[in-house]
């Protein structure tokens, strides 16, 4: 809006420059056209808080970043899910209202979805082939979780099929250096974040930093040889932090807005204060039941669905950051310009 006032003045000041000094600078008429723009403003602001407050806007509230391991039809480990499962899994979010955006997305504020909304994030470890395995066509097979999240959202408009996964060096099952490109390229072309999750597996914790460096380094160029990405985010192997943190946000080869954990609560939002890129917690997928009766997805979406004041709700304008007045102390300094609170 001010660049536009700005052209405009710049224009009349030229025209009057070109056309000599005969007739005076229209002033009265550039006041105005400043007091409508500013009016225009104040209106739109209106409008937006209207709107933000109808729907209960919540942008400094809590995301559920969910991690998944493999989707397969005998579940080895309580990790697994069933392609049957990851499908109700999928059904629940869109019968509350959640809608995908990419780790990616998350760490850096690009949370655009639609107003009264919630973000959730889908986040795949290990690069199984069981995520995303193509046939000679490029197509992915039936039962993959790439296959079934495309399903579930052609099923339901507005449900974006957006995920992340980590790729280590098993990359998807494929050992020849064409395959592994097919399959990095197909996440990247069809809008699939990928994301770092060191070469070998390793536990970081108690390693030295060139260790770390190598581990976080070696996978990133090896992404980035077969495919020209560099991923900004990783979920540490076991959620285990390396000494410093910053090792595994920041590293010759790599530069990651944000490290994932392995467990165990809902993630604070990017444009809180509680927000640590350092370590941004999520949370296993697996029904109420021994040690997930309270701090895996289904403990936390129902917590999050009879909690709706803790929950991020999006007011539908990326460009803001929209939530109630008296949260304002939590506010991230650095997200001051786009607050929208009401
Ligand atoms: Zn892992």
């Known amino acids: ?17 070109l056309t000599g000094c005969d007739s005076p600078p229209d002033t009265a ?24 407050r109808k729907v209960k806007a919540n942008e400094l509230g809590q995301i559920p970043v969910l991690m998944f391991h493999r989707i397969i039809k005998n579940p080895a480990t309580t990790d697994d899910r069933t392609p049957q499962q990851f499908r109700s899994d999928l059904e629940r979010l869109v019968k509350e209202d959640y809608v995908p955006i990419s780790a990616s997305e998350m760490v850096t504020g690009k949370i655009n979805v639609p107003a009264g909304k919630h973000p959730v994030v889908l986040t795949f470890d290990d690069s199984s082939p069981s995520q995303l395995t193509l046939n000679e066509m490029g197509v992915p097979q039936p039962d993959t979780a790439v296959a079934i999240l495309r399903e579930v959202a052609a099923k339901h408009p507005g449900f974006r099929p957006a995920a992340t996964f980590y790729v280590t060096r098993d990359m998807f099952g494929k050992t020849v250096r064409e395959e592994q490109a ?24 108690g390693r030295s930093e060139k260790e770390v460096e190598d581990q976080i380094g070696g996978i990133a160029k090896q992404i980035d040889d077969l495919t020209k990405v560099k991923p ?91 939530y109630p007045k008296f949260k304002n102390p939590y506010l991230r300094k650095s997200f001051t310009t786009w607050s929208l609170p009401y």
């Not at 072309?189 to 070998?200: A, E, M, P, S, V």
């Not at 296993?284 to 709706?308: I, T």
Request: aromatic share 8%.
């Open 1 to 17: 809006m001010r660049l536009g006032i700005l052209t405009g003045a710049g224009l009349l000041a030229a025209a009057v420059v």
């Open 29 to 52: 008429k550039i006041t105005d056209s400043k007091a409508e723009a500013a009016a225009r403003l104040k209106q739109s602001k209106a409008a937006k808080i209207a709107l933000a």
């Open 182 to 205: 097919q399959t990095l390229g197909w996440l990247k072309d069809n809008g699939f974040d990928i994301g770092n999750h060191t070469r070998d597996h390793v536990n970081l914790h």
């Open 232 to 322: 900004n985010s990783i979920a540490l192997p076991y959620g285990n932090q390396p000494r410093k943190k910053e090792w595994a946000l920041h590293g010759k080869l790599y530069n990651h807005a944000g490290a994932f954990l392995a467990g165990y609560t809902p993630a604070p939002s990017p444009f809180s204060k509680a927000f640590d890129p350092g370590g941004i917690p999520r949370i296993r997928v697996m029904e109420k039941k021994g040690d997930c009766a309270q701090f895996c997805s289904a403990a936390w979406l129902d917590w999050l669905k009879n909690n709706p004041d803790m929950r991020y709700t999006s007011d539908g304008d990326v460009s803001t950051v929209a």
